[in-house]
């Protein structure tokens, strides 16, 4: 979800902006690059973050702020890693934020929509690798498949609980009208990323850098 800026007030809207850009500033610096010099990722690191902001981009929604689109951010965290993936997601939301003229929301924008997800994708991810067996299937079916569902739920009733709090809409429409369909996105989103991460493990795994033979396929 996108939340417009009229809906927030400066006192919010300026110190999440700073908060979010100190994270981006930060990973920006101490994000592993050196990793995308093997098996020369810098393209494929690129390419996805432009097709992050298309696919943000790409809104469906009856209200302002209201609004849903796919995130793909537990698969970047998967490829490259939560820092990278942190830098990919906030530069998507700049190029959106350019594109659209909208600044004032970008802090809050980018917490909830960027920064909250790595994070929760990067969790998710850790847990699943410890506590559940290492398993090809477990890896595309928890891993990438309902860990992806688990994170855009989250996201969208963080973002819902946010309008509702802000006052932008009555809680009353942001259930009957936004978090009702849920379900909707859920279901892709687990589908695309699932499915991308399937391909690119069977494919390509050395460019997965949350995934090794050693642990999810050999002797298995």
């Given at each position: 979800?996108t939340?417009p800026?009229?809906?927030?007030?400066?006192?919010?809207?300026?110190?999440?902006a700073a908060i979010?850009?100190?994270?981006f500033?930060w990973n920006?610096?101490g994000a592993?690059?050196?990793l995308?010099?093997?098996?020369?990722?810098?393209g494929?690191f690129?390419?996805s973050t432009?097709?992050?902001?298309?696919l943000?981009?790409?809104?469906?929604?009856?209200?302002?702020?209201?609004?849903f689109h796919?995130?793909?951010l537990t698969t970047?965290?998967l490829?490259?890693?939560w820092?990278?993936a942190?830098?990919?997601?906030?530069?998507?939301l700049?190029?959106?934020?350019?594109?659209?003229?909208e600044?004032l929301?970008?802090g809050v924008?980018?917490?909830?929509g960027v920064v909250?997800?790595?994070?929760?994708?990067?969790?998710l991810?850790?847990?699943?690798?410890q506590?559940l067996?290492?398993?090809?299937?477990v890896?595309?079916?928890?891993?990438?498949?309902?860990?992806?569902?688990?994170?855009i739920g989250?996201?969208?009733?963080?973002?819902?609980?946010?309008?509702?709090?802000l006052g932008?809409h009555p809680?009353t429409?942001i259930?009957s009208d936004y978090?009702?369909?849920?379900p909707?996105?859920?279901i892709p989103?687990?589908?695309?990323?699932g499915a991308?991460m399937?391909?690119?493990?069977l494919?390509r795994?050395e460019w997965?850098?949350?995934f090794d033979?050693?642990?999810y396929?050999?002797?298995?």
């Amino acid at each position: 979800m996108t939340i417009p800026g009229e809906f927030l007030p400066l006192w919010l809207a300026i110190p999440a902006a700073a908060i979010f850009l100190s994270f981006f500033g930060w990973n920006l610096i101490g994000a592993p690059w050196q990793l995308l010099k093997h098996n020369d990722l810098h393209g494929l690191f690129s390419l996805s973050t432009v097709l992050l902001a298309g696919l943000w981009w790409l809104k469906a929604g009856a209200h302002p702020g209201l609004q849903f689109h796919l995130l793909g951010l537990t698969t970047m965290v998967l490829i490259f890693g939560w820092r990278l993936a942190l830098v990919a997601g906030s530069t998507a939301l700049i190029l959106i934020s350019a594109l659209a003229g909208e600044w004032l929301a970008i802090g809050v924008n980018g917490l909830i929509g960027v920064v909250f997800p790595v994070f929760l994708a990067n969790i998710l991810h850790h847990l699943i690798y410890q506590r559940l067996p290492r398993h090809f299937f477990v890896y595309v079916l928890v891993a990438a498949h309902f860990s992806s569902m688990a994170v855009i739920g989250s996201v969208i009733i963080v973002g819902g609980v946010m309008i509702g709090w802000l006052g932008a809409h009555p809680w009353t429409l942001i259930w009957s009208d936004y978090l009702v369909f849920m379900p909707l996105v859920l279901i892709p989103e687990g589908f695309i990323n699932g499915a991308v991460m399937t391909t690119l493990i069977l494919l390509r795994p050395e460019w997965v850098r949350s995934f090794d033979d050693r642990d999810y396929i050999d002797g298995k």
